[in-house]
């Protein structure tokens, strides 16, 4: 901890230092500033906003990081501030305050540093905004907000308050998508000219159903009203509701179509979308949802595909494809997914194999088959894999990013601005859908 | 969370052979669509489940041996004078203060999946133990973990006994603890993915008052979960 005699507070410390090294600085840029042993082995100290499944999987990742208290929880519901208050007591030794209104923790917790915002859709632009003016930063779940305007309004807040504000697109983080951007497309060009994206995430209907909740433990309907919500489904359900989400395209096709536009640099100029209730009817969000946009790059057009569906798991679970003139990288959080394919006109990979930047793959077994159409078919691509794996929670590289730029040691890898640069696009999917009409991103559509 | 097993060519050979040659629990037998082999007369153990609710991201499984998820309900014959013994039966547990929930909803009779309805105990080992009143005959013991994600419970062992300490007369039902990391003998189980049809396990007609449930974490995170157990036989 801090001695009395510090010149500054570690509260200043952190600020100025975070301040110091600004918002959306490239990714993988070395530290600017470099807090001392002291002010390293100092704490954080954490609140956390909302401890439904997204909070307890976030508190999970961060049981391993060091150098962190947990010092306050805030959740409407009794039930998940119980349960927040219990598991952080086991893991720090420690009980936080636990608030059921976000404004009282914030008037009664004054020497908080940061906050971690995991509270439905429509809520995180609030909270975020909420904590940044209250001096706190704050690392916020995707989707930024239910609204574009709400996620501006996040942008402008982060750069007012000059706080950190990282927003959870974690797979930024993630070892495997760094390399396969940093080493692979832009060091070695391994896909050539990426021509095509092809992306999912589809879940069977046993994952898609209604969350339940035992009644007895149901939170009194004055106190939903309160918080915005019309009745305890909405409260467990509020992914499928219009004023509260962006639905699945924003809940799962965030994640991936951030990914899109991160690994071409550039947003779409254009999206054309499909959508409807195909199996739940009753939903006011679409239930399957398929999109198209147009990207110019450098290099030339792009094309890419997404499609997110809630009613079948068909086509093998969610990744990103980048199709290239020379290469295919199939990507995804989960490693079995992951899978680099060299065109048979490409330049041989045997120095990158030789040298440990990829792993050749067993041949897969040819085809035997007396069908003429096969001879017209380009020849099979060789497979290869990355080398390594992560070996955390998904989740926790994106919170080491977020602490390390608070304590002064990194740059944040999505910060509000860069999260807001690609997620815009997708505030306007379920609109093109509704009309049924492609729609052109202007400057005004994708805009701070 | 219990150490990643390397995978071995040796072992895998060597867990097939096995398999060949000994009856399957009907855990198994349900996953390869078997018939239960258990024992030849009796009656079909009955319950009921829960609708399939599954959430979340699915998080990686590596462990070895895995029985997959069931997609039908398990099946075993138990003697015709079987009956639901632990409904409403007092829980206690290594923990006093579960972390989330309260260990009496072990023996609530509510299987469903979401929230409120499971009690959640810190990580490492951990065991919860049924008070059954009066020693029994135990035909199965039928467990739900957590199944609104397809996750794979550590080391789990299931222990009947007379003794409330389990220090004397305990017969071991299960035991999937492949390593013996949790120090209680080393099992020959094979780990499981939760679902909704949960774990079966023949009892054999064990004899004891007292039924512990012991685990070690599992493959999404290091906490312990219990929606439900339901302990059948004859009261003695």
Known sequence: ?448 | MKKQHIASTVFTIAALAIAGCEKKSPQEAAAGGEAPSTIAKGVPLNTEFPPELIEGTPQPMDVPNLVQALVEPPKLLVPESTTLLSKGKMVTGSEESPLIGELSLITDGDKEAGEGYYVELSGGPQWVQIDLEQSAEVSAVWVWHFHSQKRAYNDVVIQISDDAEFKTGVTTIYNNDYDDSSKLGKGSDSPYVESRFGLLVDAKGAKGRYVRLHSQGNTSNDSNHYIEVEVHGKAL
């Open chain 1, 1 to 448: 901890m801090k001695t009395e005699s510090s010149v500054i507070s570690r509260r200043d410390f952190i600020g100025k230092t975070a301040g110091g090294i600004g918002a959306g600085l490239v990714l993988g840029a070395p530290s600017i500033l470099r807090a001392s042993q002291d002010e390293a082995a100092d704490k954080i100290h954490v609140a956390l906003v909302g401890f439904g499944k997204q909070g307890k999987v976030l508190l999970d990742a961060m049981s391993n990081i060091p150098g962190l208290h947990f010092q306050a929880i805030c959740d409407i519901w009794d039930y998940n501030l119980k349960g927040g208050i219990a598991k952080v007591r086991a893991l720090q030794g420690h009980t936080p305050k636990g608030y059921a209104d976000i404004d009282e923790m914030l008037a009664t917790e004054k020497s908080l540093d940061a906050a971690i915002v995991a509270t439905p859709d429509f809520w995180h632009s609030p909270h975020t905004i909420k904590c940044l003016e209250a001096g706190l930063h704050v690392y916020c779940e995707k989707m930024m907000a239910n609204t574009i305007d709400a996620a501006r309004a996040m942008v402008r807040a982060m750069e007012k308050t000059g706080k950190l504000c990282q927003i959870g697109h974690q797979r930024r983080s993630n070892p495997r998508y760094r390399y396969t951007l940093e080493q692979l497309i832009k060091g070695k060009n391994i896909c050539g000219q990426i021509v095509n994206i092809n992306g999912q995430w589809n879940r069977a209907v046993s994952s898609s159903q209604d969350i339940g909740y035992n009644p007895k433990l149901a939170i009194k309907p004055e106190i939903l009203a309160r918080y915005g919500f019309k009745d305890m489904h909405q409260f467990m359900n509020w992914r499928t509701y219009r004023d509260l989400s962006g639905g699945p395209i924003s809940d799962l096709g965030a994640h991936q179509i951030d990914i899109f536009n991160w690994f071409l640099g550039v947003s779409p100029k254009s999206v054309f979308a499909s959508g409807g209730n195909d199996y739940f009817k009753t939903r006011e969000h679409f239930d399957n949802v398929m999109t198209i946009f147009d990207y110019e790059t450098p290099q030339g057009g792009v094309r890419a595909f997404y499609q997110v569906l809630t009613t079948t798991s068909a086509g093998g679970g969610y990744y990103e494809s980048f199709m290239g003139t020379e290469a295919t990288i199939n990507i995804s959080e989960r490693s079995a997914y992951t899978n680099i394919y060299r065109e048979s006109s490409a330049p041989p990979w045997d120095d990158l194999v030789s040298r440990g930047f990829l792993k050749r793959q067993a041949a897969a077994p040819k085809v035997q088959s007396a069908d003429a159409i096969a001879s017209y078919e380009s020849a099979a691509p060789e497979a290869y894999a990355l080398p390594g794996d992560l070996s955390k929670p998904p989740h926790q590289p994106h919170l080491e990013n977020f602490f390390d730029a608070v304590r002064g040691k990194a740059a944040l890898n999505c910060d509000a601005r860069h999260a807001f640069e690609s997620e815009a696009p997708i505030y306007w999917v379920n609109p093109s859908a509704l009309s049924r009409q492609p729609i052109n991103l202007t400057a005004e559509h994708l805009s701070v």
